[in-house]
Each structure stands twice: as C-alpha cells, then as structure tokens.
C-alpha cells in the first residue's frame, strides 16, 4: 500500500514529531503541505496532518484537501491542539466521504501551545505531544493499516481468517 502523510506543522513541530513517528516505524512518504506538488490519487492512502489555528487546521493543508481530495482513497488524519477537544477535520471528512474515499477516523492529540498571550505563562501542554501521545499516533496508523486489509507486522494483505468447523 502506497501512503502519503501530508503535513502542516508551523508552530513547533509538533505535528511533525507524530508524522516522523509514524514513518520510522512504517514505509510511508511524508511531504510538507508547503512544498507539495505531487498528485494526491498517485496513493492508496493519504494521510492529512496539521496543527490548529483560530480553531480550524492550517490553510495550506485545509485548501489542498479541498481542492484535490481523491476519490476512492484510503483517508486519514492526524492533528495536534492546544485545546483537542473537538473535530478538526469535519469539513474535510465530509468532502472526503462525499468522494467516496474509506475515512479512517481521526488522531487528535495535545500539542505545545505559545501562541499569543500563552507565551506569557510559558505555555500551555509542555512536552507535548509526550511519548505516549506520540505511540497513540503510531498505534492509530496499525489500526488504519488493518481497516485497509493490510497486516502491519508484514506490510502484506491480510489473511482472510480460516473457519475450523
Ligand atoms: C496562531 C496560532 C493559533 C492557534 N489557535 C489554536 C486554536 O484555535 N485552538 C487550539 O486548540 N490550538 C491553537 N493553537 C495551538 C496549536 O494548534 C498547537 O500548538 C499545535 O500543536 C501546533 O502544531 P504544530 O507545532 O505542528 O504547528 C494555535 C497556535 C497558533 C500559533
């Protein structure tokens, strides 16, 4: 399977951190949103990536997506928020679906924060994301690689189950 993570990660990092987690474990391509001039339906599986900002994912990633979503794609995302207490990714989910794209929920987790006055108080969530947000991250993309029909120990299609009886 073919996977592409898209990424978006301006303020510190730390949606990069889950990516680069992802990629050191599992063959797949990362590619700065910025930067990006490849063709989305070239994957299987496109991963969606970003940091929040005036409580939307960042524009490069936000206007990609919606701009050249695929159809028929394997679809997921990923995100880091100071406050990750909503759905980030519901516009482009629903574009997503609407294009008949398999949607394989969404990781949001904690990300450092010092923007504007936070900077004051040193922060909100530092060591953010932590170890542990970070294996979540990883742990997410196993669960979107079985939800693909693909085992993750062998990066091969996965056995139909066999019937003892
Ligand atoms: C300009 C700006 C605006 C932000 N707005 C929000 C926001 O509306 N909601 C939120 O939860 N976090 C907000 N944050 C915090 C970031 O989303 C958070 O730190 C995130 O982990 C940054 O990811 P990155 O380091 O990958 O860019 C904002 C940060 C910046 C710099």
């Known amino acids: ?22 990629a050191e474990e599992y063959p797949v391509e990362i590619q700065d949103a910025r930067t990006f001039t490849g063709d989305l339906s070239d994957y299987d599986a496109i991963g ?13 990633i936000f206007d990609i997506a919606m701009d050249k979503m695929p159809f028929e794609k394997d679809i997921f995302f990923i995100c880091t928020a100071g406050i990750p207490d909503r759905d980030y990714a519901a516009e482009i989910r629903t574009l997503a679906q609407q294009r008949n794209n398999r949607v394989h929920g969404a990781y949001c987790c ?15 969530n530092k060591g953010c994301p932590t170890e542990s947000e970070i294996r979540g991250a990883v742990d997410y993309y196993r669960l979107v690689l079985i939800e693909c029909g693909i085992d993750p120990d062998t990066m091969q299609p996965a056995l139909p189950e066999t019937q003892d009886n």
């Open 48 to 60: 969606f990536a970003s940091g929040v900002a005036f409580w939307k994912i960042y524009n490069e």
């Open 1 to 22: 399977m073919k996977t592409l993570i898209l990424y978006e990660s301006l303020h510190h990092g730390n949606t990069k951190k889950l990516v680069d987690a992802i």
């Open 110 to 124: 904690r990300g450092f924060d010092t923007f504007g006055p936070l900077k004051l108080i040193g922060g909100i």
